[in-house]
């Protein structure tokens, strides 16, 4: 508003001045030229009178003046052009009429009152004494009017292109402010807990895309918020149940007085077991945690063979009490941690284990490529129905819940190794072999490491 106010006051003022001075230049030189026109009409007198003046004024054109006066030394009228109000005889002391008998030429234009007023004057000299004075006079009231009609169009403009633009302004302004609530209403709503909340705006510009993005938003917070609450409602479950079999337990000991020592020994020997698998859970819970904060340590090139050899040392107890054959073979170079590279073998080759058939056997295999080392763990077991696949590296997922609390899972360890693998660049999947069996295969980068700066 400040912007279009300062505009329309130059708009109305500027073209007017300018106007205005270019018209008192053309009258002060016109007038200049007319009275010196005079002034050579009557230069070549010795003096002045009424009659010599007269004479030789006979033969001036003064129409482009309303009045011309020729007066004496000392300021007497000889010659008046105006009819009513002749001034011829009197004496007459116009300030322009002053300056002219004191020997100096001077011209005024002024525009008041509807009309511009023009006078212009010069002495009269006669080997080189001043003998009289000459005043020209023009009262123009066309170019007045004319003056007038472009400030009344002017003003026409303005008021026309003011209202235009306050409405304008107004309409954008309402538009802006409804958009603005429409998104401050979400965002409130957002803020509050409503993530079912959506700024819903229609048209191409810019609101418009900060309402999309603002929705893709909400639906991600939607998402996480969603995920967050299952991992607190899965997790607070994994916690609870072997922490009620702990107090089971004890409550079972400390209520029976007479508990023989075998009874005793098995119930904390129960016991033991459920807070080993508490601790599982609990690390693996703060795995999870350090995961999704994103600290990790600097990768380098780790060699994958020492790593699976040790898995399967670590695990060759627990698959001879199964009689399944662990065997690993291949070697590469992998960007990652010793301990990530360890995390991930060992959950996957503890699961091919855990869910396998008695006399059955796990394959560790690595192999490098141009670009990406394949890591595959491969087993001949019970196999995961194909509406699990999709899902076994979700957090606490269970194909079988029973039987995985039975072996002794979290329902994390894949979940761990999935994450993983993804904040190292890699990637992961699970498919079943039609032999019967699962087959895990694990992409990692090659390249890069400390010797690529990482």
Do not use: C
């Not at 009609?149 to 302004?169: C, E, H, K, M, P």
């Not at 999309?212 to 994994?238: C, K, P």
């Not at 009620?244 to 400390?254: F, V």
């Amino acid at each position: 508003m400040a912007i279009l106010l300062v505009v329309l006051v130059l708009m109305n003022t500027y073209p007017l001045l300018v106007s205005e001075d270019l018209v008192f230049r053309a009258k002060r030189t016109a007038l200049q030229s007319g009275a010196a026109a005079i002034n050579v009409a009557v230069s070549g007198l010795e003096e002045l009178t009424e009659e010599n003046v007269s004479l030789a004024m006979g033969g001036v054109e003064t129409d482009g003046v309303s009045r011309a006066i020729v007066t004496d030394p000392y300021g007497k009228v000889l010659y008046d052009t105006r009819e009513a109000g002749n001034a011829t005889g009197y004496y007459v002391f116009y300030t322009e009429l002053v300056e002219a008998l004191q020997g100096n030429i001077s011209a005024y234009s002024v525009y008041q009152e509807g009309a511009f007023h023009s006078s212009a004057a010069q002495p009269v000299l006669y080997r080189n004494q001043i003998i009289g004075a000459i005043y020209v006079y023009e009262y123009d009231t066309q170019q007045a009017a004319l003056l007038e009609n472009l400030q009344a169009n002017l003003l026409s403009i303005s008021v026309g292109v003011g209202l235009l633009v306050l409405t304008l302004s107004a309409a954008v302004s309402r538009s802006i402010t409804r958009r603005l609530e429409s998104l401050q209403t979400a965002i409130r709503g957002v803020r509050e807990g409503a993530y079912n909340q959506r700024a819903i705006l229609s048209g191409h510009d810019e609101f418009t895309q900060i309402a999309g993005e603002f929705n893709d938003l909400v639906d991600r917070l939607q998402e996480t918020e969603s995920a967050r609450r299952q991992f607190v409602s899965d997790a607070s479950h994994e916690l609870k149940t072997p922490l009620a079999a702990i107090r089971l337990l004890t409550d079972s000991i400390l209520q029976n007085e007479n508990i023989d020592n075998d009874t005793a020994r098995e119930f904390v020997s129960d016991i033991g077991r459920e807070a080993e698998r508490l601790s599982r859970i609990t690390e693996d819970l703060l795995r999870l945690t350090r995961l999704d904060s994103g600290v990790m340590e600097a990768p380098a090139r780790i060699r994958v063979k020492p790593v699976m050899d040790r898995v399967v040392r670590m695990l060759r107890p627990v698959a001879e009490e199964k009689e399944i054959d662990v065997s690993a073979d291949g070697d590469a170079l992998v960007v990652a941690t010793e301990g990530e590279l360890h995390q991930v073998l060992y959950n996957l080759a503890e699961n091919a284990i855990k869910y396998n058939r008695r006399g059955g056997f796990v394959s560790i295999r690595a192999t490098e490529g141009e670009e990406a080392v394949v890591i595959t763990v491969e087993d001949n077991g019970i196999g995961i129905p194909e509406e699990d696949l999709t899902h076994v590296f979700e957090r606490f997922y269970r194909v079988d819940k029973a039987r995985s609390r039975a072996a002794g899972g979290t329902g994390l360890g894949l979940s761990i190794v999935r994450d993983t693998v993804d904040r190292r660049g890699g990637d992961i999947w699970a498919e079943n072999i039609p032999e019967g069996g699962t087959r895990f295969t694990v992409k990692l980068p090659r390249t890069g490491g400390e010797e690529a700066g990482l």
